[in-house]
C-alpha cells in the first residue's frame, strides 16, 4: 500500500526554522520525484520544492530558494524539506507527494499521483 507521511509541523517564529519529514512506504523513492506543496484557504496548492533522488537533482519555487533544502535520507525512506528564515507567508498545510516522471521535478500539482495527509506549519511571532 502507498503511503507518504507528512510531520514535523508546527508554530515557529519568524526568522526561525523547521524540519519537515515524509515517511514513504510501498514503493522505492528511486522510481519518483517527490515534492513538497503547500496550501492555504482559498488559493491553489502551491509547488514548493522537488526531488529526483535517481536523477541526482532537485527544484525549488523562487519564493522559497536560498531558504529551503529538500533532501533524502541514506536509508530512501524519508524526504526532508528544511525551512529556514521563515517568515509569515509560509504559513500553509504542506503536503508531500509523488510523480511517477522520477526525471522530472515540477512543482505542477496534476503531474503528482499519490499525496500524503498533510502537516501545519504556522510563522508567527
Known amino acids: 500500500q502507498v503511503q507518504l507521511v507528512e510531520s514535523g509541523g508546527g508554530l515557529v517564529q519568524p526568522g526561525g526554522s523547521l524540519k519537515l519529514s515524509c515517511s514513504v512506504s510501498?514503493?522505492?523513492?528511486?522510481?519518483?520525484?517527490i515534492g513538497w506543496f503547500r496550501q492555504v484557504p482559498g488559493k491553489e496548492r502551491e509547488g514548493v520544492a522537488c526531488i529526483s533522488k535517481r536523477e541526482g537533482t532537485n527544484w525549488y519555487a523562487d519564493s522559497v530558494k536560498g531558504r529551503f533544502t529538500v533532501s533524502v535520507d541514506n536509508a530512501g525512506s524519508t524526504v526532508y524539506l528544511r525551512m529556514d528564515n521563515v517568515k509569515p507567508e509560509d504559513t500553509a498545510v504542506y503536503y508531500c507527494?509523488?510523480?511517477?516522471?522520477?526525471?522530472?521535478?515540477?512543482?505542477?500539482?496534476?503531474?503528482?499521483?499519490?499525496w500524503g495527509q498533510g502537516t501545519q506549519v504556522t510563522v508567527s511571532s
Open positions: 510501498g514503493f522505492a523513492l528511486d522510481g519518483y520525484a
Open positions: 507527494a509523488r510523480n511517477p516522471a522520477y526525471w522530472y521535478c515540477s512543482g505542477f500539482p496534476r503531474q503528482y499521483n499519490s
